[in-house]
Each structure stands twice: as structure tokens, then as C-alpha cells.
């Protein structure tokens, strides 16, 4: 039977690759984003990427996409409204949507810090409290969330990103067992290093502006960290999300993908 999927953060990069890997497994996906982007420190999802992958995402299955801001209540409920009424029922929630500021500690600014932890943290309890009485009446349900490497280990200049991401970690394992009962399965995904904007326009700009050269600054920079030996993909992503929303017996964990970078 194929299952209905929202993916908060759809439009482009990880969520991008969750999307697919769903649609190709014969689930229907609902693409959850912002309409157009919005004020950070790096670009966040236009609505010509958002309109890029839906039309990539229609070539494998049946897909939509909706507006959604995770630090709004009423959004989350709409978006999960839209799903309904479109597809009929919600299985499988991802909580993908994310933003990161770095910055030492001393001038990081508390706007910044609560915008990450309201997008990051906050927006994965709205939207499971928003998606909860649909999950509920689903017979196969799950939660995957989006967390991060950075949810287990702490890194300099990363304050409010680890913080609100070792809170994503907690909220898991809190749901996990809270909804259990329910036959909801609550599990994390803790990406590595994906090649996406916060990387590439944020955390490591590249001294070039050819798209090509900028990527592979990134691969050779990654490649000589990771014991694997290479940075991880949306496609390694999606595959991972898959895995977590498919196992029936396995709830509660953060399943770090990073290619032995990080091992608890
Ligand atoms: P990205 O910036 O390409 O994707 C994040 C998406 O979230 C964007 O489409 C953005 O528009 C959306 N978003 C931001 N604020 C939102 C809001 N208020 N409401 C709805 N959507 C919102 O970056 P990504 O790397 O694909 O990040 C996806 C997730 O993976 C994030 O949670 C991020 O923290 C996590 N992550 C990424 C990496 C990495 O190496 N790229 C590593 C670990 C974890």
C-alpha cells in the first residue's frame, strides 16, 4: 500500500533527496516548504527550486507541494490540512526543515539564536502536534527527523545549531516513547557532511564562483576527514529516511550517515 509522506524543508537539497526516495519507493509525497525563500544568512529555498523539484519529483510519482513556515502554528496545521485533503491521509512525517548560524558565542546574537532553535526545535514539535491525530489513524505510522551529527558531538562556533539539534536527539527519544503505544515509530537521521547551502554558502564559501570548482573544493576538503572518504549525499539521506520510516521494530534512535565521521 502506498503510504503519504510530508517532508518539512522539501523544495531542495536533503529533503529534496528524502522525496525522491520515497516517491521511488511508490509512496506520494507532500513537498512542505516556505514560498520563497526568506531573510538568513544564506538563501533559503526559492520558489523556482521549490517549482525545479517538483517537476523532477513528478517524473517519479505522485507529488505535491504546499507552503509552510514550522515556527507557525496555523502553517503547520494548514500544510498537514493540504495533505489530507489532498492524498487522503498522513503517514510518515518528516521533520527536515533546518537553518544554521555559526558564530562564536560571545557575539552571537539571540535573534539568530532563536530563529535556529525555533526552526530546528520548535517547528518539529508543531508539526508533530499538528500531524498527530492523522498519524494516529494511520496503521503505519512514523516520524523521521532530521538532526544531525552535531546532535551528538559539539563543534566550535556552532552554539545554537548543536544546541537545538542535541534537542531534536531528546525530542526523538521522548516521542519515541511516548507514542509507541500508538504504533508510531519516532527515529532521528543524523547527516554528515552534505554538499548543500549551508555548506556551500555558509559554513565553507567557496573562493570561486563556478558551481562545479565550488563543489569540489567541498569533496576534497570532506574527503580527507571522513574515513569513508567522501562527503555524503541527499541520496544517502534519503535512503537512510527511507530504512528508519520502513522498520517496524525500531524506534528511538539517531542513526548518524556520515560516513564513520561520527560512530555513536
Ligand atoms: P537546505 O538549506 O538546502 O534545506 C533546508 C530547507 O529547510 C530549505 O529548503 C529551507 O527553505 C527550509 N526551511 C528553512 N526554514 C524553514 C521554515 N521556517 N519552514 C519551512 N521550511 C524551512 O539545507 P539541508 O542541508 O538540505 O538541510 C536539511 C536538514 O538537514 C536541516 O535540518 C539541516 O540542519 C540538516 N543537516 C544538514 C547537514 C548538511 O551537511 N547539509 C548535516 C546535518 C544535518
Excluded at 552571537?108 to 520548535?122: L, Q
Excluded at 508543531?126 to 491525530?133: K, R, V
Excluded at 555548506?199 to 569540489?216: C, F, I, R, S, V
Aim: glycine share 10%; hydrophobic share 45%.
Amino acid at each position: 500500500m502506498p503510504r503519504t509522506i510530508l517532508v518539512t524543508g522539501g523544495a531542495r537539497g536533503i529533503g529534496r533527496g528524502i522525496a525522491h526516495a520515497f516517491l521511488a519507493n511508490g509512496d506520494r509525497v507532500m513537498i512542505a516548504d516556505l514560498p520563497d525563500g526568506g531573510e538568513w544568512n544564506y538563501d533559503l529555498a526559492s520558489a523556482e527550486e521549490r517549482k525545479q523539484t517538483l517537476a523532477e519529483a513528478k517524473v517519479l510519482g505522485e507529488v505535491a507541494a504546499t507552503d509552510l513556515d514550522v515556527t507557525d502554528k496555523a502553517s503547520c496545521e494548514a500544510a498537514v490540512q493540504e495533505t489530507l485533503s489532498r492524498f487522503g491521509g498522513l503517514d510518515v512525517l518528516v521533520n527536515n526543515a533546518g537553518v544554521l548560524q555559526s558564530g562564536p558565542v560571545g557575539d552571537f546574537s539571540e535573534r539568530d539564536w532563536e530563529r535556529v532553535f525555533a526552526v530546528n526545535a520548535k517547528g518539529v514539535f508543531l508539526m508533530t502536534q499538528a500531524a498527530l491525530p492523522a498519524l494516529k489513524a494511520s496503521s503505519d505510522a512514523a516520524i523521521v527527523n532530521t538532526a544531525s551529527i552535531a546532535g551528538k558531538q559539539g563543534f566550535r562556533n556552532l552554539v545554537a545549531y548543536c544546541g537545538s539539534k542535541f534537542a531534536v536527539v531528546g525530542i526523538t527519544q521522548a516521542l519515541a516513547t511516548e507514542l509507541a503505544p500508538d504504533g508510531i515509530r519516532v527515529n532521528a537521521l543524523c547527516p554528515g557532511m552534505v554538499g548543500t547551502a549551508m555548506w556551500l554558502e555558509h559554513l565553507m564559501p567557496a573562493n570561486t564562483t563556478d558551481a562545479a570548482e565550488q563543489k569540489q573544493q567541498f569533496e576534497d576538503a570532506m574527503a580527507s576527514m571522513i574515513p569513508l572518504g567522501r562527503s555524503q549525499t541527499v541520496e544517502d539521506m534519503g535512503q537512510a529516511a527511507l530504512y528508519l520510516a520502513n522498520a517496524v521494530n525500531v524506534t528511538g534512535v539517531s542513526l548518524s550517515v556520515a560516513g564513520g565521521y561520527e560512530m555513536n
